[in-house]
């Protein structure tokens, strides 16, 4: 087992969603799990708002075709939206907003190796 910061963003910064909802295939990538082995990603994300409003934040996790879609509230710091999620085989994970650049989400991956 191993921790790692989202592929994006190897030094731990976050990722800004500069993508409009709905998830439309041009979204915003959050992180790209694991391929080639029978390795899983545990994926734990947590957003910050920092609109005037609460905003609406979308997920497209691997290859699922509904979305995960969670209301972030403003200005109430980090939001977790998914703890310890499992996602493996170089499927991805992206976002999308209902307001562009206000949203910016921060995580961690826990690698789990499979000898």
Known sequence: MSKRTLSPQTDGDGIRVSTLAPID???????????????????????????TA??????????????????????????????SLPIKDANTIEASAGTVDVVTIYGSVVRIDVP
């Open 25 to 51: 295939g041009s979204d915003t990538l959050i992180h790209t799990a694991v391929s080639g082995t029978d390795d899983t990603d545990l994926v734990t994300l947590y957003a910050y708002n920092k609109h």
């Open 54 to 83: 609460p905003v609406s934040l979308e997920l497209k996790w691997g290859d699922s075709t509904d979305p995960i879609i969670v209301m972030i509230p403003h200005k109430a710091g980090l939001f977790l939206i998914v703890d």
